[in-house]
């Protein structure tokens, strides 16, 4: 495959000419924050994070589905971008009700982290303390909408890599949500196979461990690389 | 009469209070009212959560006392799981509530009352603080924030925090006690067990200029009431609940915590958000009882370790049965602290804390659990309702300042009718109602060293509601 060069802030990078900009980014060692993207899963650009400057454009596009092309110049740390960022982050806190110091997933939340990284340290927008419900009917996990972000990795874990299809999208704008089936609750599921990979791969602490305490929900990713790995490329390495 | 007390950081009933003092017609102190009016609602919000987060929301009602209510709800889930936790995990999570006891009822001494009474009731306000005390006595001063730093450390070594460590859980415990931690608990406990013995001899001394305050601070017969071990010695994690009367008579024993609702009604003002509990077959509001370390003390027989029941011995004999004075909430209160530095040096070397099996598994095989455990300020209540999958669908908590909330009202009453005659406000008035109050170390005042003074109003009332004299400090 041919490869092409590129500039990532100020760094001459060689990558393969169907990478992302996030993955030649990630390649020369720079981080870029994301939300919505996973290891191994399908990206579709969502949650607006890993948006970076790309010279000779007005608009701002997101790393994970930008591809490379040659001669192009990448910015993804400018104070712009990080104004951006923690603004998404801003929102993302004011749609739903993440309340950190009694979260299962305290400690081990990418929402969290990432807002601790980017410095949000207030939320300049009107909280809208949505009344979600939380559906633990299933014998071995538990769905909290009130910590949904919206990143569908559960979704694309379950259609993509599990293959039960199970996790859903309903509705629209600031009502839509994650549904089991036919939008019904988890415990009454047919297809799902309780594989609980829509559990690891979660960010915050929407998905859950039945009979998780507090800060007690830690994800165990490698496993999800490990199937996909051992799918795509036939290495079964633990 | 109305006054306002401002406390910040916010718990369950902490905020806004105030007194209202009723004068009648010849300026003598009709009635007294205390009102707290901050509304916290954790028994309606927790409504809808799953019952294994209880443990991790509920502490947040206090920054002074979380363990107590991390304690108390854990408890609760362990009724809805219907297990028997781990022998280790009983053990461990008595330490951390020994260790609780240590560091409130330190602070409650040191920081918030000693003031009062070791500095003098009519010490300017500004002087009349734990700074105050430092000037005065570096070395007690010293010596009181380290004695609740210690408490403070043993929670720590076991939760992995000072405040509202996430450690108790459904079940059981999420961790033991590493070697280092048991090795620095030991080191620091001779020096922990002198503070509490000088505090002893102080406050004895102190009880001797004072008996017009042992007399007027809320001293009155009432019913006291405690968990209570099954051989008569003090409790604070679990046994049975046992109401005395005011002459140390049994009336209620061995009542199995969970049908706490037969015994104990709350009654509801519509003045303060703070419930009114009272003991049923005396009625409303004849059925003032107290709690905290002057109820247990009273309840108990014996400490269980040699200092403590030598102490409790002397304790007693300040009273005919029961002791009745809310102003020796103080000197139980470092009875309690002797006690418990006691029992943490007898735990130390126990096997089974080394145990690592600390947590029993087990699904929702109850719909209903009460939970209840000895706060510093006295016995806490928590009781869930859940559904078949554990969503919580009702909770109901008495916290341990609510039980006090009818004798605290008749406490100021009695001191005001001492203090206050006429139509205006001595000014060592102030310092003595919320010296009363201080006796029961609500949360009301346990937070006020976190913004470092009180807001405080008095408003003086006449018969037809109109304002005869006001002091704000």
Known sequence: MAAKTLTIDGRLISAAEDQTVLQAAKDAGIQIPTLCHLEGLS????????????????????????????????????????????????????????????????????????????????????????????????HSFGIDHNRCILCTRCVRVCWYIEGAGTKNVAGRGAECRIITDLNQSWGTSETCTSCGKCVQACPTGALFKRGSAVAEMERDRTRLEFIVNAREKKQWIV | MARWIKIDPVTRIEGHAKISLLLDDSGQVADARFHVTEFRGFEKFCEGRPFAEMPGITPRVCGICPVSHLLASAKACDQILAVDIPVAAEKLRRMMNLGQIIQSHALSFFHLSAPDFLLGWDTPPERRNVFGLMAANPDLARAGIRLRQFGQEIIEHLGGRKIHPAWAVPGGVRAGLPETGRDAIRAKLPEALATTRTAIALFKQVLKSHEQETQVFGNFPSLFLGLIAPDDTWEHYDGKLRFVDGGGNVIADQIDPARYKEFIGEAVEPASYLKSPYYRSLGYPAGLYRVGPLARLNISKRMGTP????????????????????????????????????????????PDLRSTRLRSDAGINRLSGVGVSEAPRGTLFHDYQVDPDGIITGVNLIIATGHNNLAMNRTIAQIARHYIQGNTIPEPMLNRVEAGIRCYDPCLSCSTHADGHLALQITLLDHRGQVIDEVVR
């Open chain 1, 43 to 138: 990206d579709i650009g969502a949650c607006r994070l890993c948006v970076v400057e790309v010279a000779g454009s007005n608009k701002l596009l997101p790393a994970c589905v930008t591809r490379i092309a040659e001669g192009m110049q990448v910015r993804t740390d400018t104070e712009r971008l990080r104004h951006y960022r923690r603004m998404v982050l801003e929102l993302l806190f004011a749609e739903r009700n993440h309340v950190c110091a009694v979260c299962v997933a305290n400690g081990h939340c990418e929402l969290q982290a990432l807002a601790l990284a980017l410095g949000m340290d207030h939320v300049r927008f009107e909280y809208r303390f949505p009344k979600y419900s939380v559906d633990i009917t299933h």
């Open chain 2, 307 to 350: 200092l403590a029941d030598e102490e409790l011995r002397h304790f007693k004999s300040l009273g005919w049965g029961a002791v009745t004075s809310s102003f020796l909430y103080h000197y139980a209160r470092l009875i309690e602290i002797l006690a418990s530095i006691e029992r943490i040096d007898h735990m130390l070397d126990d």
